[in-house]
């Protein structure tokens, strides 16, 4: 009760002693001071707890009783996201900076000119030599061994004079880079949540879109692959019917089949009394969801330097997508229109309806204008948990465009009017990146169910009703009210009966299975161009392996297990009879499903170009 005389005598004699040192060595004893608290905090010689509140709010981490190593964090962290990943120990090393400057008459000059990195450098030396003063680091005449550590005790630096300084070395901006990544334990906040710091990184693209609270979780869901192909069977039927939640798909390898979290246990011990087996592809679908948020490095994988000046189309000026991961339809949106601008001559954009949600239908032409040409339409994202296809068509887009405006463009490509729906199902596509990443349908009221959505690959009119579809306005496969009845096909099916004279290809790209599949989706008939259909999809097929070893089958869409009725392929077949109909499932056969890391998107887009390529040879 009578301790604040006390404090303020105490407070005056520190003042006393700091006044007799140098502020070198003021702040040497306040650190030597620090040393002796395990949880570095430093004991300023001020008046008052504000300074130790302060330091408390910079260091959130700081578990709150002392004998409780393992104890809860503080009230600050607890704020924060529950699966925030921290670095209590890891270090930050300093980089060899380029201090070295130029003496006599010619310092003036680079004064002048000095870049941002220089003096960025400059700033940066001034502070580590002040942080060198106060950790007791030897300290070289160059600057060239300097290392700035975070740790709970200052490390032996003695060896580090033998390690090549190249190791280390870092310029400017990429130190600016990484500052802010490594620097969090400084902030009760992580700094990377402003968009100005890091607009591009993964914790960004993560935190816009998994963060809220009305995000569907799916936490312990598994994968299931059935090795094998008759979902007819009794038994394995009546384990769809108790334990599986979804069947995603039935390929050449098995049938995938989604196992909630609840499920699994009580499935395994199904699995075990039949003669089937299995294998889980996925152990826990929220962290494959996470994968699929995220961006591949630049220097990984197709994405290094070498390969960027071999696919010169990867770095379009103007463009926001970058193909390292999954964009937004706005950023889709983005990239058609920096398409019109930087090829006016050869492109044009055409919107052909728009969503219940007022998203626009947009369509690039690419042309050469000749009105002999025969038109091939391509679409992609109908279902909208499917981000690859969208992804590897507008890559597609992009290296068309590239070649044919610095005259690499094959002649039997040119001859043709290129029609690119990218975002079939925009509405879809965002909820999907934003609320529930297996969502499939578009975004239609049922007033009467109060269920969203229709499945708009069984929304068409040809087969529309028919087993392999549900009347359940609740479920994946609900097919609407009637044919035709989403604002999304209608305007497909308005803008293709307008191609009908000179329509030569429709292809539909989705995911998953890689196949290449032709009419019919709803039963086991044949079609008058069957033989054509058969012959140029097995060139195609060769031609993908030929490409990247990919191993595609094909075959009709009935007999691949892909029984769709109502899809679009098959009305276009029977409406509009092009040459050529095809529906394209990319990557791959069930390992990731419909979340597929971002780093297939180049291969895939390549995939995708190679099979149009392939169409345009055959087009007569």
Not at 158 to 174: I, V, Y
Not at 346 to 353: A, K, P, S
């Amino acid at each position: 009760m009578h301790l604040y005389p006390w404090a303020l005598v105490a407070g005056a004699c520190m003042l006393l002693r700091l006044l007799e040192l140098s502020p070198v060595q003021a702040l040497r004893e306040s650190y030597d001071l620090a040393r002796t608290d395990n949880r570095l905090r430093l004991r300023l010689p001020f008046f008052g707890g504000g300074v130790g509140q302060l330091l408390h709010y910079l260091r959130p981490l700081d578990v709150t009783d002392p004998a409780r190593p393992g104890g809860r964090r503080s009230e600050l962290r607890s704020e924060l996201d529950a699966n925030h990943v921290t670095y209590r120990g890891w270090q930050l090393w300093k980089l060899n900076f380029n201090a070295t400057r130029a003496e006599g008459s010619m310092e003036d000059e680079e004064e002048q000119h000095r870049s941002p990195d220089a003096e960025f450098n400059e700033v940066v030396e001034k502070f580590v030599l002040t942080v060198v003063a106060l950790v007791h680091v030897p300290v070289h005449a160059s600057l060239g061994q300097l290392v700035l550590w975070r740790s709970v005790s200052v490390p032996d630096l003695s060896g580090l004079s033998e390690l090549p300084l190249a190791l280390w070395s870092l310029n400017g901006s990429d130190l600016y880079e990484t500052t802010f990544e490594s620097l969090q334990w400084l902030s009760p906040m992580d700094l990377r949540r402003f968009d100005f710091l890091s607009p591009s990184s993964s914790y960004q693209i993560n935190r816009r879109y998994r963060n809220s609270s009305s995000v569907q979780r799916y936490y312990g869901h598994q994968l299931w692959k059935l090795h094998e192909t008759r979902l007819s069977q009794p038994q394995l039927r009546a384990f769809w019917r108790h334990f599986g939640s979804e069947v995603w798909n039935i390929n050449q390898d098995g049938i995938d089949i989604v196992i909630e979290q609840k499920n699994v246990a009580a499935a395994r011990q199904f699995m075990q009394k039949l003669s089937f087996s299995y294998n889980v592809m996925i152990d826990d679908m929220e962290a494959a969801i996470d994968e699929t948020y995220a961006e591949v490095p630049s220097l990984e994988g197709l994405l290094d330097g070498q390969q960027n000046q071999s696919r010169p189309w990867l770095e379009r000026e103007g463009m926001l997508m970058t193909w390292r991961r999954y964009h937004d339809h706005g950023d889709i949106q983005q990239f058609l229109q920096a398409q019109l601008e930087a090829h006016s001559e050869l492109v044009e954009i055409v919107q052909i309806g728009v969503t219940r949600n007022k998203r626009p239908l947009e369509v690039i032409r690419v042309s050469n204008g000749n009105p002999q040409n025969w038109a091939i339409f391509v679409d992609a994202g109908l279902q909208a948990r499917d981000w690859l296809s969208p992804a590897a068509l507008t890559y597609a887009i992009s290296k068309l465009t590239h070649l044919w405006e610095h005259g690499k463009l094959e002649k039997l490509m040119r001859r043709i009017d290129w029609y690119f729906l990218p975002l079939a199902n925009p509405d879809g596509y965002q909820y999907s990146r934003q609320t529930d990443r297996l969502w499939t349908k578009n975004r239609g009221y049922d007033s009467a169910s109060g269920c969203y959505g229709v499945n708009l690959d069984r929304n068409f009119e040809h087969g529309w009703g028919a087993a392999g579809s549900t009347s359940n306005p609740c479920k994946n496969l609900y097919r609407g009210a009637s044919g035709f009845s989403e604002p999304e096909t209608r305007a497909l099916r308005n803008f293709l009966l307008g191609m009908r004279d000179y329509l030569g290809g429709y292809v539909s790209l989705g995911g998953y299975g890689q196949t290449v599949t032709y009419p019919w989706g709803d039963a086991d008939y044949v079609t008058e161009n069957q033989r054509l259909l058969k012959q140029t999809a097995r060139q195609a097929v060769l031609n993908l392996r030929r490409l990247n070893q990919a191993e595609y089958s094909t075959g009709t869409s009935y007999r691949q297990k892909l029984a769709r009725p109502g899809n679009s392929a098959d009305w276009v077949q029977d409406r509009i009879e092009p040459q050529f109909v095809y529906n394209v499932f990319l990557k791959d056969q069930g390992r990731y499903g419909y979340l597929m890391p971002p780093h297939y998107i180049v291969e895939s887009g390549e995939e995708v170009y190679d099979f149009l390529r392939t169409i345009a040879q055959q087009l007569q």
